[in-house]
């Protein structure tokens, strides 16, 4: 059983600001319920540009609810400068403390924070995007994700980051990479930070991609590189449809039972066709 | 406020006839049964006596084929250890992907080890497809390990089967029947099984005390080597109450076994239904076909197993679940991954096990409060 602090079992047991706001200001979701948690949390700014109602709908375990519970209460009055400024420390402190084992609840706290944040400076979507390569499969923990949970919460240790981002926690084929990062990190607290390379949408003669375009090469991407990896893993995937940058593709073979095929989806498949076509582009899986 | 105890797959309550039976050994009864004196000499005749009763529960020939262990866990070890530390050549070892980790455990440290170790895969509904266990069979197996029954889902293997299947080749047999034990009958007279476990605390004894059954004529290697107790097949000073309180506790269960399994089964079935009837989205996992009288495991939908534990705790019912969050790990259950239970249902798998002092009162009470926890989190929950 776990030690949940008073304050958890009662954000557990009487959850703050259950729900959503319709016309919300921003919007922003993370996790799956494959993953075993998954909050959407909504937020309206007042004339001032204060936060004036935040809403939040979780699946997921009690500490999952109560931090986003707690996260709701946290960001109440806050400008958007402000509320930025939460941590997930902060959020594990609101609640006088989570176990270990379940400071990602607070890491979801936040990332679902930061992703109605930048829904409401424009993103069009409200699933966080992710940046940077994918580390952990079975989560789909990146690792700008673990570096970033590692220099915040000063983390020393892999078991420390999987408490922390879930990442390891699975098959555990990528702890060995996690550790290569904490030594990664360990020599660069000295050395100056290198900048990421921005995702450019692709142009032809200084213009935009038109539809047809756009499909043309989806279907090569689709056919030259991610059905030959997919098929790797006895996974298949089929184009069927491609309207206003979204493409709807079916799953096949191994892909169609796994239950990581929504995260791989994601994480590899779509930020592909972002990087080659258009940040724009999204995909969606229609289930059969 | 009542606790409400559906958990009997974790643990059992200890019946009063056993915790009379047991307290003589604790007050006046506290002599050594291997001392040359009267005081504690006289102790040692209350073992042979529960070794009969567990004997005559198991159905075994001998007496002397039952050892007394520590825990199920106990058990399970020192099957593995003296298969493997008698089997010569041979290293293989063949289990299923379903087994409890006290067997699934061990057969991975075999496998760290160096040695071969076949986990074999479950359908759907849990069934083991027993001719993947004969094709599994060779020159090389030193012990094929398969549980009696499934402690999450109480589903049922044809153990006396795969029994006879490994005895034709002449492999050793070992049957973690942990939570067989009381709950359904075990012939070992028809089922030529050489190692099975049992443990004392699931079947309405105390925790601490277990039984390996050891077939007459196995070549045997003890796992906790020291004293001669137990023909020196298991050192250490007896745990004498507790293992009176097993032999009564196996008594009990020889006598009311078939009443039970008829009163639970039914308690088990209104429960059952009453959930699906009335909670949208809600399944079963498991064959109902072949499962233990006591036991149900049922996925609700997109919701969280420890959220539903924490609310069912509110109103004092216990329960257990497959989801990752209860456990400490982050993914869900061997058995139900094993099972290929889609995670999002997964994730939120109930497992209600009853026993013979479970009541109509309860039942009732469950299916009165639970439908209103399952909505209350699907409401909070952003796919519902």
Not at chain 1, 32 to 60: H, Q
Not at chain 2, 281 to 295: E, Y
Not at chain 2, 323 to 337: E, N, Q, R, Y
Request: overall charge negative; aromatic content about 6%; hydrophobic content about 40%.
């Amino acid at each position: 059983m776990w030690n949940y602090s008073k304050n958890v079992v009662d954000h557990f047991l009487h959850p703050r600001n259950v729900g959503e706001i319709e016309d919300a200001d921003g919007v922003g979701e993370v996790g799956s319920l494959a993953c075993g948690d998954m909050l959407r949390l909504t937020f309206k700014l007042d004339a001032d540009g204060r936060i004036a109602d935040a809403r939040f709908k979780t699946f997921g375990c009690a500490s999952a609810i109560a931090s986003s519970s707690a996260l709701t209460e946290m960001i109440k009055g806050k400008t958007i400068e402000e509320a930025l400024m939460i941590t997930n420390r902060d959020i594990a402190e609101y609640l006088g403390g989570l176990p270990e084992q379940k400071m990602h609840c607070s890491v979801m706290g936040r990332e679902a924070l930061e992703a109605a944040i930048a829904n409401y400076h424009g993103e069009k979507t409200a699933t966080r995007q992710l940046e940077g390569k994918v580390v952990c499969k079975c989560f789909g923990v990146t690792e700008n994700q673990i570096r970033r949970a590692v220099i915040e919460n000063k983390l020393s240790t892999v078991d420390e980051v999987t408490n922390y981002t879930k990442a390891g926690g699975g098959c555990g084929q990528c702890r060995d990479r996690i550790a290569e990062i904490l030594d990664e990190i360990r020599e660069e607290q000295q050395a100056p930070a290198v900048e990421e390379a921005a995702v450019v949408p692709a142009e032809v003669g200084g213009r935009a991609l038109t539809t047809l375009e756009k499909m043309h090469l989806l279907e090569e991407i689709i056919e030259t590189r991610i059905r030959p990896a997919l098929q790797q893993d006895g996974g298949d995937i089929e184009l069927v449809d491609f309207d206003h940058n979204v493409a709807y593709v079916i799953l096949r073979g191994a892909c169609a039972t796994c239950p990581a095929a929504g995260i791989t989806m994601r994480q590899f498949i779509e930020k592909e066709i972002q990087k080659e076509i258009s940040p724009d582009m999204k995909l969606e899986e229609i289930k059969r | 406020m009542k606790t409400i105890y559906l958990d009997n797959n974790a643990t059992t309550s200890v019946a009063p006839e056993v915790f009379e039976a047991m307290k003589p050994f604790l007050t006046e009864l506290w002599g050594n049964p291997s001392s040359m004196h009267t005081f504690g000499g006289q102790v040692a005749r209350h073992i042979e006596r529960a070794r009969e009763q567990v004997a005559d529960l198991l159905g075994a020939e001998n007496p002397s084929e039952i050892i007394f262990t520590s825990c199920g866990t106990e058990s399970n070890n020192t099957a593995f250890h003296s298969a493997l530390a008698t089997a010569r050549d041979k290293h293989k070892v063949i289990t299923t992907s379903v087994e409890h980790p006290a067997v699934l455990n061990p057969a991975k440290q075999l496998a760290v080890q160096g040695r071969e170790v076949a986990f074999i895969p479950v359908d759907g509904m849990g069934r083991l497809d027993l001719s993947e266990i004969e094709r599994a069979i060779d020159g090389r197996t030193a012990l094929v390990s398969v549980m009696w029954a499934n402690n999450e889902t109480g589903v049922v293997f044809p153990v006396e089967r795969i029994a006879e299947m490994c005895e034709e080749r002449g492999v050793p047999f070992h049957v973690d029947a942990v939570q067989a034990a009381g709950k359904i009958p075990i012939d070992l007279k028809k089922a030529p099984i050489t190692f099975l476990s049992i443990s004392g605390h699931k079947l309405h004894a105390p925790k601490g005390v277990g039984v390996l059954y050891v077939r007459r004529g196995t070549p045997f290697s003890p796992f906790i080597v020291g004293g001669h107790q137990e023909h020196s097949r298991r050192g250490g000073t007896e745990n004498v109450a507790s293992i009176v309180a097993i032999g009564k506790a196996c008594e009990m269960a020889i006598s009311r076994m078939d009443e039970e399994r008829v009163k639970v089964t039914k308690l088990r079935d209104r429960l059952e239904k009453g959930i699906l009837d009335i909670i949208p989205r809600s399944f079963i996992h498991g064959d109902t076909q072949h499962r233990l009288p006591n036991t149900t495991n049922i996925g609700f939908e997109a919701v969280e197993g420890e959220a539903i534990l924490l609310l069912m705790n509110e109103y004092g019912i216990c329960a257990s679940s497959g989801s990752a969050c209860t456990s400490g790990s982050l993914d869900p259950s061997h058995v139900m991954i094993a099972m290929g239970i889609p995670f999002t249902r997964a994730h939120g798998s109930i497992r209600f096990s009853l026993s013979r002092y479970s009541t109509d009162e309860e039942i009732d009470f469950v299916l009165k409060v639970l439908p209103g926890i399952i909505q209350r989190l699907r409401e909070l929950s952003p796919v519902s």
